[in-house]
C-alpha cells in the first residue's frame, strides 16, 4: 500500500486563500441565483422575441401553447428536483433555468398573440 504525503501544512497563506475561494464561491452561486429572479415583464425579458407569433392562426398559437405549457410543467419538476439535492440550486440554474425562462416567454407570447387574434384559449390549470 501506497503511504502519500499529507501535504502542505495549514498556515495564514493556505486560509486566505481557502477563504477567498468560499467567498468566491458563494458571490457565484448569489450571481446565479440573482439572475433566475429576472423579471416576468416582456419589457425586461431578454427572452421573449417581439412578434414571434403574430402570423400564426388561432389553431397554431393552441397547439403551440399546448406543448410549451407541457414543457413549462416538464422543466418545473426537473428544477424542483435538482433543488432538493445537494448544490442542485446552482445546476438547475445552469442547466434548466434558461429554457424555463424561454418556455415562459414564449407561453406569454403566445397568450398575447391568441388575445390580439381573439383565440378562445382554454387556460392552463394554475396559470398566473
Given at each position: 500500500?501506497?503511504?502519500?504525503?499529507?501535504?502542505?501544512?495549514?498556515?495564514?497563506?493556505?486560509?486566505?486563500q481557502r477563504a477567498l475561494r468560499g467567498l468566491a464561491m458563494i458571490w457565484f452561486a448569489?450571481?446565479?441565483?440573482?439572475?433566475?429572479?429576472?423579471?416576468?415583464?416582456?419589457?425586461?425579458?431578454?427572452?421573449?422575441?417581439?412578434?414571434?407569433?403574430?402570423?400564426?392562426?388561432?389553431?397554431?398559437?393552441?397547439?403551440?401553447?399546448?406543448?410549451?405549457?407541457?414543457?413549462?410543467?416538464?422543466?418545473?419538476?426537473?428544477?424542483?428536483?435538482?433543488?432538493?439535492?445537494?448544490?442542485?440550486a446552482i445546476v438547475s440554474a445552469m442547466v434548466y433555468q434558461d429554457d424555463y425562462n424561454?418556455?415562459?416567454?414564449?407561453?406569454?407570447?403566445?397568450?398575447?398573440?391568441?388575445?390580439?387574434?381573439?383565440?378562445?384559449?382554454?387556460?392552463?390549470?394554475?396559470?398566473?
Amino acid at each position: 500500500m501506497e503511504r502519500h504525503s499529507p501535504g502542505r501544512p495549514l498556515t495564514r497563506g493556505n486560509m486566505r486563500q481557502r477563504a477567498l475561494r468560499g467567498l468566491a464561491m458563494i458571490w457565484f452561486a448569489g450571481m446565479v441565483s440573482a439572475c433566475t429572479a429576472l423579471s416576468d415583464n416582456d419589457a425586461l425579458s431578454i427572452y421573449a422575441a417581439p412578434g414571434k407569433y403574430d402570423f400564426l392562426d388561432c389553431q397554431s398559437i393552441t397547439s403551440r401553447l399546448a406543448g410549451s405549457t407541457a414543457r413549462e410543467a416538464q422543466l418545473k419538476d426537473l428544477i424542483g428536483r435538482a433543488n432538493e439535492a445537494a448544490g442542485g440550486a446552482i445546476v438547475s440554474a445552469m442547466v434548466y433555468q434558461d429554457d424555463y425562462n424561454t418556455v415562459r416567454a414564449d407561453i406569454r407570447a403566445l397568450r398575447k398573440a391568441a388575445d390580439d387574434k381573439k383565440c378562445s384559449v382554454q387556460p392552463a390549470p394554475g396559470a398566473r
